[in-house]
């Protein structure tokens, strides 16, 4: 069975984790605040703070804005759960988006359309590796959180994305465009939101008492995260060369295949087409072929929550399915993705 996503880590990664474990340093240290310098160099920001997890990012950034209860925060409902959670745990009220059903991004009309006085914050995740609208939304005076938790290394407008909003977070897990196993980090242009992130990840030895977390990355983390982020550039070329092999394989069939613009560079961190048949029943069709292809979005955040008005994301959400795509899927497995998509999705037309 291909798996529908996969780490890509070498014998270099394994080192450079050896090296530091015999070191006696394993939790945030140095090797921390150079992930930390190597990422604001490579977003183009002040700077970062590495934190436990992509999560954390979004909890910390949204106390570091001063948001809590009474206050409002949208975002898009085609999204994992991870961003409902952050606006939770601060109390504050999730106001959710509808999405661009060509782009998966969230709908620039929707989003103003539900703005109010009380609107105090925007994340906006940048979905599978391609940017959101970041100018449109920018333009409306409001803090935006950028999600580039799938979307390290693409660009719009030619500046990497997590160089535009007030803060930005980015995610390491595994499956990850690059990885720590479990990590995150967040970006900004602020030396004052910088410095509340880096007082609120830490809560020991401290003059005074407020409520603070313990968010931190270990050196261990960081060193994978460093050696990752120095073949970056080869990830996402492998992802394109894989996305452009897809595309040119599956032009002409009844489905609908990603976009892409020229003010914005997608990474393919999810290779997502529109099928034109049961979603369930293509699911299982590629399983049977040894292929292991997901939903992009398990539940949409609506549904958790039990409402309705959300045509676009419904629609996408009965027809998106999701390639495998890493730059560890051998030559043989993509050809083998290929075959099986072409001989399910041939019936579609």
């Not at 780490?7 to 150079?34: C, R, W």
């Not at 535009?164 to 980015?170: K, Q």
């Not at 452009?244 to 999810?270: C, M, N, T, W």
Request: glycine fraction near 6%; include cysteine.
């Amino acid at each position: 069975m291909i798996p529908h996503s996969k780490p890509t880590i070498d014998k270099n990664d394994a080192e450079l984790l050896s090296q530091v474990m015999l070191s006696g340093q394993i939790a945030q240290g140095e090797k921390v605040a150079d992930f930390e310098r190597q990422m604001a160099r490579f977003i183009g920001v002040k700077g970062c703070v590495a934190t436990s997890s992509g999560t954390a990012g979004l909890h910390l950034s949204l106390i570091a804005l001063g948001i809590g209860q009474g206050d409002q925060v949208l975002f898009p409902t085609y999204v994992c759960a991870a961003l409902l959670n952050a606006v939770n745990y601060v109390r504050a009220t999730p106001v959710l988006v509808d999405i661009n059903p060509r782009s998966f991004n969230l709908d620039v009309c929707d989003l103003k359309a539900k703005l109010t006085p009380k609107s105090k914050a925007v994340i906006l995740p940048h979905m599978f590796g391609l940017p959101a609208d970041i100018d449109e939304i920018m333009a409306l005076g409001i803090p935006v959180i950028e999600d580039c938790a799938q979307a390290v290394g693409a660009t719009f407008q030619k500046k990497p994305v997590g160089s535009f909003g007030t803060l930005a977070v980015f995610s390491f897990y595994a499956t990850k465009v690059m990885t720590t196993g479990e990590g995150g980090m967040v970006a900004s242009h602020s030396q004052a939101l910088l410095e509340k992130l880096k007082d609120l990840r830490e809560y020991d030895e401290k003059d005074n008492y407020r409520l603070r977390f313990n968010y931190k990355m270990s050196d261990l983390q960081a060193a994978l995260g460093l050696a990752q982020l120095a073949r970056l550039a080869d990830f996402v070329s492998q992802r394109r060369k894989t996305a452009d092999l897809y595309s040119a394989s599956l032009k002409g069939f009844a489905v609908d295949l990603p976009q892409e613009s020229e003010d914005r560079r997608h990474i393919f961190f999810r290779y997502v087409i529109r099928a034109k048949r049961p979603l369930a029943a293509i699911l299982r069709s590629f399983e049977q072929r040894g292929v292991c292809c997901r939903r992009p979005v398990h539940k949409s955040l609506h549904r958790f929550l039990g409402l309705s008005g959300f045509p676009w994301t419904e629609e996408v959400s009965k027809s998106a399915l999701s390639l495998p795509i890493y730059p560890s899927l051998k030559d043989e497995e993509t050809k083998k993705v290929i075959e099986a998509a072409q001989g399910i999705l041939r019936y579609c037309l």
